[in-house]
């Protein structure tokens, strides 16, 4: 490869672009930096560049219009779209458009360096098979979950795992069953990640996070027109993760009308968009995940028995996080690392007591509980707190000095949303209505941290609706352990 050839930079933050320029023109390649869309389509109307590098959040026209004139007029020049955002979908929608390679920002200098290299040496576009491995990539990465396993496994864990290695790449259907917060999610992308269709497409939906009609929109598109706010055509999820896999999370809370659409499609291989009147074919492998009986469901009428066997194929039991203590430890290990680096710093250590209590613990919400609460640790670095969740916490820890938080009242200290101290000689009535608002707190706190923070879930489980607890959470003070920043 010749480095004497010209390269575009299309980026609209000021530093970044001279970066880019400087690192490029450092490296022996004519650079031409630009601003925005404007300059770019004008650039490519003018000229004819080796390979472009595109930022695909410009100012109007955005990238993926750029990216769409710069293939009209020339198929073959590589054009390599970077993103801080790393959406799955914009990701496929650039692939889809004709872009050569992806580069989630930030990214190494040496990356980019290969990637262009790697670009220009080749033919023309690279294989889709490649492209579209990072675009499986940037799909995994977006999930909650780890592609491994912890070490050591349990033995229960470790007859999943043996079945997914040994079904991940026969294309059947996968049912996935067991409690909230087990890792269902992580053993969907175990499955995806080890089959042949590694680098297509991995495409996660909640199927309870949305209601029907707009669940159908998501999953099977929309043309324009077809209801009030579609102005223009949209892929749905399972064209998105056409020759790939779609996951289709909490399936026992899918309407019954959908369901006999989802039905069409493992049966036939196709389906009609709504509002559509040609059908689409797509191929994708289906996994699905529930934490509720089906059989039950389709006694009750809520679940579709021909769709239940057409899942049915293979089963794989997630077990909960009890049945397998012996990996509390090492995934306790992993939260650890995988937070104090994240938020850059914290707990580095969980005492032996918490941990004591960790593999002593029920663990209604399974790996996610796990996860929350080592999160909390980690930004809170205050043991007690979370020792507050499992039922107590001993002397020991305040020993080592890591101290609860004072007694609401006492000595004007008390948590967010408690309200002012009250005076030693307060009214019985207000000391009762004290109480009675921290207990509110601690029974919501609990259902949230029961719920993996799911605030649809603990109103059902506190038996309100989610208006009211949205406005208690946010009259008690309570903060989602997740919205955390940093660390000072």
């Not at 010209?6 to 933050?13: M, P």
């Not at 009214?427 to 706190?445: G, H, Q, S, T, W």
């Amino acid at each position: 490869m010749d480095k004497d050839c010209t390269v575009l930079v299309i980026e609209d933050d000021d530093d970044a672009r001279e970066a880019l320029c400087e690192f490029l023109a450092t490296a022996g390649y004519r650079v031409r930096p630009l601003r925005n869309g404007v300059e770019a389509l004008a650039a490519i109307a003018n000229s004819s560049p080796h390979a472009v590098l595109l930022d695909l959040v410009i100012p109007e026209p955005d990238g993926f219009e750029v990216l769409r004139r710069i293939r009209e007029r020339d198929p073959r020049v590589p054009v390599i779209v970077m993103s801080a955002l790393a959406q799955a979908e914009d990701v496929v929608r650039a692939m889809k458009l004709g872009a050569n390679d992806y580069l989630p920002k930030p990214f190494e200098v040496s990356e980019l360096n290969l990637v262009l290299r790697r670009a220009l040496d080749g033919p023309g576009r690279r294989p889709p098979d490649v492209a579209e491995a990072r675009v499986a990539a940037v799909v995994a990465e977006s999930g909650d979950g780890d592609l491994l396993p912890t070490t050591p496994l349990s033995g229960p864990m470790e007859r999943v795992w043996s079945l997914v290695n040994r079904i991940a790449d026969t294309d059947v259907p996968v049912l996935l069953i067991g409690e909230s917060g087990v890792g269902k999610d992580v053993i969907a992308r175990r499955i995806h990640a080890t089959s042949h269709r590694a680098g297509r497409p991995f495409v996660k939906i909640n199927c309870a996070a949305l209601p029907g009609e707009l669940l159908e929109s998501e999953l099977f598109g929309h043309e324009k027109g077809a209801f009030t706010g579609a102005h223009a055509e949209k892929p749905g999820k399972f064209e998105l993760a056409h020759r790939g896999t779609i996951f289709l999370d909490e399936i026992g809370e899918m309407d019954p009308r959908l369901q006999a659409k989802l039905l069409q499609v493992l049966q036939d291989e196709e389906f009609y968009r709504v509002g559509g009147k040609r059908p689409v074919r797509v191929d994708a492998r289906v996994v699905v995940a529930t934490n509720r009986n089906l059989e039950a469901a389709i006694r009750q009428g809520t679940f579709r028995e021909d769709l239940f066997y057409r899942l049915n194929v293979v089963t794989i039991r997630v077990p909960p996080l009890r049945e397998r203590r012996e990996e509390i430890g090492p995934l306790v290990r992993h939260f650890v690392d995988k937070y104090r680096q994240r938020y850059r710093g914290g707990l580095e250590e969980i005492p032996a007591e918490v941990m004591e209590r960790f593999h002593a613990y029920d663990w209604p919400g399974n790996v996610r509980e796990l996860e929350n609460l080592v999160r909390r640790l980690v930004v809170l670095r205050d043991p007690a707190m979370v020792l507050g969740e499992l039922g107590g916490s001993p002397p020991a820890l305040v020993a080592a000095g890591a101290h609860p938080p004072a007694a609401p009242g006492v000595n004007g200290v008390h948590r967010p949303g408690e309200g002012p101290a009250l005076p030693e000689d307060a009214p019985l009535k207000d000391v009762a209505r004290r109480a009675a608002r921290i207990a509110e707190r601690e029974a919501i706190l609990r259902a949230l941290m029961r719920t993996g923070w799911n605030k649809r879930k603990a109103a059902k489980r506190l038996q309100v609706s989610y208006k009211a607890l949205l406005y208690k959470i946010k009259d008690c003070g309570i903060v989602d352990p997740r919205d955390a920043a940093t660390i000072e």
